[in-house]
């Protein structure tokens, strides 16, 4: 796996990201089907590098909410909504 793409598992149950700004370096966080909550994203905020987020299928994850704590920054978000 390349050091600056993080895929989580399907296998492991994420809720948190605390840590996650001291990688400095990551470009790609791929949350997707996990059981984050919208304030795990405050985390995202101190990772300078990362350019791509795909939070698509994560029930706890307000997209609104997530946009506001996100904004202002150049990062592709997937939010994964359905075409209800």
Known sequence: MRA????????VQVTGLSG????????????????IVTDSLL???GCPSLSALNIAN???????????YLAGRSLNVNLGLSSK
């Not at 600056?4 to 296998?11: A, R, S, Y």
């Open 4 to 11: 600056d793409c993080l895929k989580v598992p399907l296998t």
């Open 20 to 35: 996650i700004e001291c990688l400095s370096q990551l470009k790609v966080l791929n949350l997707a089907n996990t059981a």
């Open 43 to 45: 985390c995202c905020r």
């Open 58 to 68: 994560t029930i706890s994850v307000n997209g609104d909410l997530a946009l506001q």
